[in-house]
């Protein structure tokens, strides 16, 4: 649908598509792919809290050493850092999405273009933050 939006605005004699409209229901689709992908990053947020539970557990047990408690809590907690740094992306995402899913998004948009590029401005800076944060060992 993107494409074909993007052929009408560079070929518009061509393409005779509302152009407007197909990238608005292209969104739509974006946005339930990113609600999804947010209840993913809720749902794996929630195992890693099981994990921690289950560390707890086995450290008060003595079933596992000091050192190897210490390298399981430092992943679980990278998990969850990167987690949530996921959770902050797709916020930063939500308002572009639905400002671009609205039916006459170009010609009367909901949000300004500057709050627009923020927020994608700073989605992109959050992911840049979360690629670092994850090769680090």
């Given at each position: 649908m993107e494409h074909l939006a993007y052929a009408r605005w560079v070929a518009p004699n061509w393409i005779k598509a509302d152009a407007e409209r197909y990238t608005a229901l292209s969104c739509r689709f974006w946005m339930t792919y990113i609600v999804a992908d947010c209840v993913s990053s809720v749902l794996k947020l929630k195992e890693l809290g099981r994990r921690r539970g289950k560390l707890e557990e086995e450290e008060q047990n003595g079933t596992i050493t000091d050192e190897e408690a210490s390298t399981k809590?430092?992943?679980?907690?990278?998990?969850?850092?990167?987690?949530?740094?996921?959770?902050a992306r797709c916020a930063f995402f939500t308002l572009p999405a639905i400002n671009w899913s609205l039916p006459k998004w170009e010609r009367d948009p909901w949000l300004s273009e500057?709050?627009?590029?923020?927020?994608?401005?700073?989605?992109?800076?959050?992911?840049?933050?979360?690629?670092?944060?994850a090769t680090k060992n």
């Open positions: 809590r430092k992943e679980i907690d990278k998990g969850v850092k990167h987690q949530w740094l996921h959770i500057h709050v627009v590029n923020g927020l994608m401005f700073a989605e992109s800076v959050t992911c840049f933050y979360q690629s670092v944060c």
